[in-house]
């Protein structure tokens, strides 16, 4: 794996993202900085496949798709007024999270995506799309996007050894498993318990796991919309 060395400059981001979409494409691992955690990623079966298979990582828990608000606006099944919470934690709040719901599986959106890869990134009808992960993760979605492709993965670590917040942290069989590796520095949401997203169920407002942001979310959600999150 070729690490690459980056600060967070926009026009620096954007060619990374191009980097990273380039080695996906053709059917690589990647492996990139987000503001929760570093996670590795993929577009085709192959991919998956080994990133599932490096981890050690149980196809009970399905990878999360990289996208915008805007993204599961388009593909996520929810009332108007649950999208627009997603934008405002987002617009108003910039906090990171991931969005558990039922999804249009027949979009033009996911036309492109493996059967194998959407059904090991899909459970019960609902797709995890996470959202607002930092700049690297924002590119790579917009981009994605723009290529008429999915991202999809999870964090970069072995199964249950907790999150990864530097790129030299990450045990060396992921990194070897990797085309390409971003370092990014330390994750701006690094904690010592190694945790990684927040992630919450929107049809009926559970965490299906608390992670970073978890406190600030859970405020949000009860002052600005009378929600109480709950496990």
């Known amino acids: 794996m070729s690490d690459i060395a980056a600060p967070a400059a926009p026009e620096r981001v954007a060619a990374d993202a191009g980097i990273v979409l380039d080695a996906m494409q053709a059917g690589g691992v990647a492996i990139l900085p987000l ?25 009970e828990k399905p990878s999360g798709m990289f996208a915008t608000w805007e993204m599961s606006r388009d593909l996520h099944v929810m009332p108007p007024e649950r999208h627009a919470i997603a934008r405002v934690i987002v617009e108003e709040y910039g906090l990171p999270f991931s969005i558990v719901a039922p999804f249009h599986a027949g979009h033009d959106m996911l036309r492109g995506v493996d059967p194998f890869v959407l059904a090991s990134s899909t459970k019960a009808g609902t797709l995890d799309m996470l959202i607002n992960a930092g700049p690297w993760h924002n590119a790579v979605a917009r981009l994605a996007l723009a290529r008429g492709v999915c991202v999809f993965g999870s964090s970069a670590n ?53 992670g970073v942001c978890c406190e600030q979310l859970t405020t949000i959600f009860c002052d600005r919309f009378d929600i109480t999150l709950r496990d």
């Open 35 to 59: 503001d929760v955690a570093y996670a590795v990623i993929g577009t085709t079966e192959a991919a998956i496949r080994r990133i599932f298979a490096v981890k050690a990582r149980s196809y």
């Open 158 to 210: 072995r199964s249950l050894t907790g999150s990864k917040y530097r790129l030299t942290d990450i045990e060396p069989e992921l990194r070897a498993a990797a085309a390409v590796g971003i370092d990014g520095g330390t994750a701006k949401y690094a904690n010592a318990a190694g945790l990684s997203s927040t992630i919450i169920d929107f049809r009926d407002f559970r965490f299906i796991r608390r």
